[in-house]
């Protein structure tokens, strides 16, 4: 006892001096008075924050996890408030995740209850029940958590203008999740209303992994002046440590999920007060809640998070987190982002991470806390993914992060965008665009294409004029534009939004419980009876409505829901750190034994690449002939490769039978041999077979589905009903071949294009792959299979087998395949 009396003493000069210091930082007293009785000296960052938002200055802060961003975001607008208090709305909080403004309100609250500020703090997302946003309408808090998608449509009403003529800084969180794509789009153009709306209004955006800061600067500027935005820089925290997990230091051949580490997982889970298990699917993280639930012998509380979930099971997960009560968390993307768990003391991460900005942001999440390291595992799921790991370990280290790619706005969001604007109030042509432009995604929008997106939402476009239900907006005598119909508005209230899932079934039990949404393409193949995985129960299926997918649970064998979309590929960091390993022998002896093995047999039997080759192996085995081409390029561009090559060798005559893709390499099989594989790689590819393959796959019609339904010309929401996925693919490919047919240079083809080639096919990586092919390609005729080619040509068998018993054939076919491989006899 009297040591701790002899502690408290000496604490109070420290705790003075911290007062003195933070009062020097221009902190109103009941603030610095709050640091201070906690023990806490506010941070250099946070000081220069406040000393930004006293000036008025537009501020982009980078500071890594656990450096208090939150609270520095928030603590000009705190201290405003304390020295000018103020009804209506005076910060206005932005975060790409709902699950994150819930938790901010939560950490928020506390240090306000706690100082005894008079300020309100409410969130506003799609899950907040309608007679509270009708109320923060009528009578808006001081501090409103808000996402992109939630702040357009308050932009949509009339009394808009008054709800943000008074605010002062709108703070925009973890800005690189979002920046660089369509919700970062409207985002840029709901601040250039807002601008307009309150030209003294500053703009403030937080983030931990940011590789060119002058991007997300002159994102976040008024007309795109990074200049006028403040850069402040965190200190650096404790190193993280992270460890590579191997089982019996073993890498399997095959796989991606590190799924054959369950047991150590769960011991892992075992030593540690709460872990959170990252997964990059929501099938993966489903698969893997079951795996480390049969190897609970303990009966730890775990559970499962993600966003098919439904928001009363990701809330109770949530909160049980919060609270403690749960050891481990499996989860994917939808917790990656700034939730602060404090006990949380490990993060694993199920797979290779696909970049070290993803890595280091997961990582962050154990020991939210600047001084103390954060403690990662990673269990890489093969042989490439274990490199994949150790070049994620080595960025993280070398403080490399992934770049983002910045691009022109997309018009399907603008198009949005404008009609929420229309909704509020009518407007005149040269003011909208001009306001339009000062958005740095659309600092470039020239008249001529703002004609065109005018004219799409006043009449659908040429071949669709003739159709009242596309007339939206009306030119009136005055020269202002305006909503044709009050039933416009309802319209696009109800189905705006930036994100197009693919269609969704409800899954719920009989008694109207809800569990969360599978996608209707997988509930299509169930039928009374049929069982599977979901919120980590094992359900059943009773019987399937347009809508609905009715289910009781169950402990017979089930399998894990399918999930569509593209899969993260491996960064080019990444992906050039993997290369730089497979030529530098020097940093072999850091690899596993049976990885080292794996690399060294290579060198003998056939070519590793040094960083700027192109190595194609051909060979022969069992009656068929392989290519394989380890290209790098990623998942989305790797399969685009392969489609597109395939084509081309059957123009050749080669008889191609099919291809698999990887983050690393191509495998085609095929009746005849490829003896040059120059002719398959000339740039041309994507001039002709692109373009045919495009337009003949689904790829274009889904991409083209998505921007009707951004674009406003297809709705998802009618008043009072829902439609069916059915319905709105029915609706959307109807009007895809009336415009495919009678104009190709619609609108929204155009913007269809620009998806498909962008997003779902990753032709930048791609197009720079084939430009330059030929003058790197390195071509290995074997007369077997490589030791490097093993792991993709496993996924040959995954395509084969039937689920069930996929695990055990596709060990039984690594093995074999890897024996035939690393058998040292020519």
């Not at 906690?38 to 938002?53: S, Y």
């Not at 009242?468 to 189905?495: E, I, Y």
């Amino acid at each position: 006892m009297p040591a701790k009396t002899a502690t408290s003493a000496a604490a109070k000069p420290r705790a003075r001096a911290r007062q003195t210091e933070a009062a020097a930082g221009g902190l109103p007293p009941v603030i610095s008075d709050w640091f201070a009785g906690r023990g806490w000296t506010p941070r250099r960052h946070q000081l220069e924050m406040l000393a930004a938002g006293r000036v008025s200055a537009h501020t982009l802060l980078i500071a890594p996890t656990g450096a208090g961003k939150t609270l520095a975001g928030f603590i000009a607008s705190l201290t405003d408030l304390v020295e000018r208090p103020q009804d209506g709305l005076h910060t206005l909080y932005v975060s790409p995740l709902k699950a994150l403004a819930v938790d901010v309100q939560r950490n928020l609250l506390t240090p306000i209850e706690e100082m005894g500020l008079d300020i309100r703090v409410e969130t506003r997302t799609g899950d907040t029940p309608s007679d509270r946003k009708a109320r923060q309408r009528a009578k808006p808090p001081q501090m409103l958590l808000t996402t992109p998608e939630s702040l357009s449509l308050l932009l949509s009403y009339p009394d808009s203008d008054q709800l943000f003529a008074n605010l002062k800084t709108i703070v925009v969180d973890e800005v690189h999740a979002f920046a660089a794509g369509k919700r970062g789009d409207l985002l840029s153009l709901c601040m250039a209303r807002l601008q307009r709306l309150a030209p003294a209004m500053r703009r403030v955006a937080l983030s931990a992994t940011v590789a060119d800061a002058d991007l997300y600067r002159a994102w976040l500027a008024p007309d795109g002046l990074f200049q006028e935005v403040t850069l402040v820089e965190g200190d650096p925290g404790a190193p993280a440590e992270v460890d590579i997990l191997l089982p019996q230091d073993r890498v399997p051949w095959a796989g991606h999920s590190g799924r054959y580490a369950a047991e150590q997982v769960m011991a892992a889970i075992e030593a540690h007060r709460t872990t959170i298990v990252f997964c990059n699917t929501r099938s993966l993280a489903e698969l893997i809640f079951q795996d480390l639930w049969k190897v609970n012998e303990k009966q730890l509380p775990i559970g499962v998070h993600h966003g098919s979930l439904s928001i009363e099971a990701r809330r109770k997960v949530e909160a049980a987190m919060a609270d403690g009560r749960l050891r481990a968390l499996v989860a994917t993307a939808s917790l990656d982002l700034g939730v602060d768990w404090g006990d949380v003391d490990l993060v694993i991460q199920m797979g290779a991470p696909k970049g070290s900005s993803r890595l280091l942001q997961r990582v962050g999440r154990a020991n939210h806390r600047l001084d103390e390291p954060s403690r990662a595992v990673i269990v890489p799921g093969n042989r490439f993914e274990y490199l994949e790991a150790r070049a994620a370990l080595d960025a993280v280290e070398a403080g490399e992060l992934d770049h983002e790619v910045f691009r022109m706005g997309a018009l399907d969001v603008l198009a949005q965008h404008v009609m929420a604007l229309a909704c509020s109030e009518p407007f005149e042509q040269d003011a909208m665009l001009a306001e339009l432009r000062s958005a740095t995604p659309y600092s470039a929008l020239s008249d001529e294409v703002f004609d065109r997106v005018l004219n799409f939402i006043a009449t659908g476009g040429y071949a669709l004029k003739a159709y009242d239900k596309f007339r939206r907006l009306t030119k009136g005598p005055d020269g202002l534009w305006r909503v044709s119909h009050p039933k416009f508005v309802a319209q696009h209230r109800l189905n705006a939004g930036i994100i197009v899932e693919a269609t969704m079934l409800e899954v719920r039990f009989k008694n109207g419980r809800r569990l969360g949404k599978v996608e209707e393409s997988f509930g299509n193949t169930l039928s009374p009876g049929d069982t599977f995985f979901f919120a980590g129960l094992v359900l059943e299926v009773e019987h399937i409505d347009a809508t609905d997918l009715v289910v009781r649970a169950t402990s017979r064998p089930a399998r894990i829901p399918t999930y569509g979309g593209a899969r993260m590929p491996i960064s080019t960091n990444l992906a050039d750190r993997v290369r730089g390993f497979l030529d530098d022998r020097s940093q072999w002896d850091r690899f596993p034994d049976d990885v080292r093995e794996w690399l060294e047999m290579q060198d003998r039997r056939s070519v590793l690449p040094e960083p700027g080759q192109l190595l194609i192996e051909t060979f022969p085995r069992e009656g068929r002939h392989y290519m394989v081409v380890y290209s790098f390029e990623g998942w989305n561009a790797n399969q685009s490769l392969g489609m597109l090559v395939t084509k081309r060798m059957e123009t050749l005559g080669l008889q191609p039978i099919g291809f698999v893709a990887s983050d690393y390499a191509i495998a085609t099989y095929s009746l005849k041999p490829v003896t040059d594989p120059r002719p398959l790689f000339s740039p041309d590819i994507l001039e002709d077979e692109f373009v045919d393959w495009v337009q003949q796959s689904h790829l274009l019609k889904r991409a083209f589905r998505e921007v009707a339904v951004i674009g406003g010309l297809v709705e998802r929401q009618h008043p009072g009903k829902r439609k069916s996925g059915r319905q709105v693919t029915f609706s959307t490919d109807l009007i895809y071949d009336v415009l495919r047919r009678y104009e190709p240079d619609h609108l929204l083809m155009r913007a269809a294009w620009e998806d498909a080639r962008a997003r779902m096919t990753d032709v930048g990586r791609l197009g720079h792959l084939l430009e330059t092919a030929n003058d790197r390609i390195v071509h290995a005729d074997l007369t077997r299979v490589s030791p490097l080619a093993v792991p993709v040509l496993v996924l040959i068998g995954r395509e084969r087998v039937a689920t069930g018993s996929a695990d055990d054939a596709l060990l039984i076919e690594a093995e074999a395949l890897a024996a035939e491989a690393m058998d040292g006899e020519d």
